[in-house]
């Protein structure tokens, strides 16, 4: 049968989905016309979803941290930060030694770092 689940779940695997291919990191609108990257957009749905369906946001998490490219891991680890903070510690030293790179956004600035540097900074700021 096609649809099976509801639709909230659908929604949340497919924001996690998108989440598992990301190539950059933004938490708000990015370049001069303050764009809301789709990643950006999905990276919220799920922590929408944080309140009403905590065990199930936590399933999809670990999988985007288990599958996910650099930047979704790094979507994943901070929204672990609002379930589980002892669980998102551990991931971002576990994180620290990675060398892959990611594109970054902070409004109109682009950037690029490694995982590793990234998550240290992570750490730093806990």
Same mark, same amino acid.
């Given at each position: 049968m096609f649809g099976i689940g509801?639709?909230?779940e659908r929604e949340l695997g497919a924001a996690a989905d998108e989440l598992v291919g990301a190539d950059t990191l933004a938490f708000g609108g990015?370049?001069?016309a303050g764009e809301v990257l789709p990643v950006t957009e999905a990276y919220h749905r799920v922590e929408a979803a944080l309140d009403d369906h905590p065990e199930e946001v936590r399933r999809q998490l670990d999988r985007v941290?288990?599958?996910g490219s650099p930047a979704g891991r790094? /979507? @994943?680890a901070t929204l672990?930060?609002?379930i589980d903070p002892t669980a998102a510690r551990a991931v971002w030293t576990s994180l620290r030694d990675d060398p892959?790179?990611?594109t970054t956004f902070v409004g109109c600035v682009m950037g690029?770092?490694?995982?590793g540097? /990234? @998550?240290?900074r992570r750490l730093a700021a806990a």
């Open positions: 509801k639709k909230w990015v370049g001069f941290l288990a599958e790094a /979507y @994943a672990l930060e609002r892959t790179e990611f690029r770092t490694t995982l540097d /990234y @998550a240290t």
